[in-house]
């Protein structure tokens, strides 16, 4: 138990590497809040969290973290409630099917950009000034591998949010050292969540059991929330060993 008495925000937590994490954090001990839009989702996420008799209660707090009013009001909810926010595991995200350039419009812009990258910004001016206050937090943030190489797979707003997204998370380290704030980004490969659903090509069953999971995820944010306070793991990868961009340079080659 060792995020016993800490304070976990979780954000995209109604399914993929939202749940995942919030359950890894809660079987650690922390009391976990879960944000997303669907209250549905997250009550199933918190009755799932708190069928485990070894862990602490998951608490709900619904909202739309493309909307900066919302964002400010619920980590307000939670300060006052709780006093304290250790952990923000800065996950919600999204795609859409017109994602390339023939196809993509300004709505899908302002869509991808607002799940992906504005709502990451929210999260994180929301909860800075009580980490400040507190002497310290972590905040891990989900990117992509789109975060750091550029691919067609994903199209050109998502992989801009999530190159975004990682800049952001190392300017977070350079001003906040200083606080006891650590910054870690994730950038994942393909996993197997319900996101692969807005794929314009279909991904088929084979291809999401060979990818990595989300469970696998949240393991990897639960090892980056319980490192102690002088040490961040600024960025790191994890992919399929099957990695289909690979096998398909290799049947090219």
Not at 84 to 91: K, Q, R, S, T, Y
Not at 231 to 251: D, G, H, K
Request: proline letters at 4%; one cysteine or more.
């Amino acid at each position: 138990m060792r995020l016993s008495g800490k304070l976990a925000w979780v954000t995209g937590a109604g399914s993929g590497i939202g749940e995942a994490a919030a359950i890894a954090l809660a079987q650690e001990g922390a009391t976990v809040v879960l944000t997303g839009r669907t209250r549905a989702k997250l009550d199933a996420v918190a009755a799932s969290i708190g069928e485990a008799a070894h862990v602490q209660a998951a608490h709900v707090q619904a909202g739309d973290m493309t909307v900066a009013v919302e964002v400010e009001a619920i980590a307000a909810a939670i300060l006052a409630r709780f006093g304290c926010i250790d952990i923000l595991v800065n996950n919600a995200g999204l795609n859409i099917p017109d994602r390339q350039w023939g196809t993509l419009t300004p709505s899908g812009v302002d869509a991808v950009i607002a799940g992906n990258l504005n709502s990451a910004f929210y999260a994180v001016t929301a909860v800075l000034p009580a980490m400040r206050a507190q002497g310290g937090g972590v905040l891990i943030h989900t990117a992509s591998m789109a975060g750091r190489f550029i691919s067609a797979l994903g199209g050109p707003a998502y992989t801009a949010a999530k190159h975004g997204v990682v800049a952001m998370s190392h300017s977070l380290n350079m001003s906040e050292c200083i606080h006891n704030i650590r910054s870690s980004v994730v950038l994942p490969g393909e996993v197997a969540t319900p996101i692969l659903d807005k794929r314009p090509v279909p991904v088929s069953a084979e291809d999401r059991a060979r990818m990595v999971q989300s469970a696998e995820v949240g393991d990897l944010i639960r090892y980056i929330a319980c490192l102690p306070a002088h040490v961040v793991i600024n960025e790191v990868m994890i992919a399929p060993t099957w990695n289909r961009s690979y096998v398909a340079a290799l049947q090219r080659d």
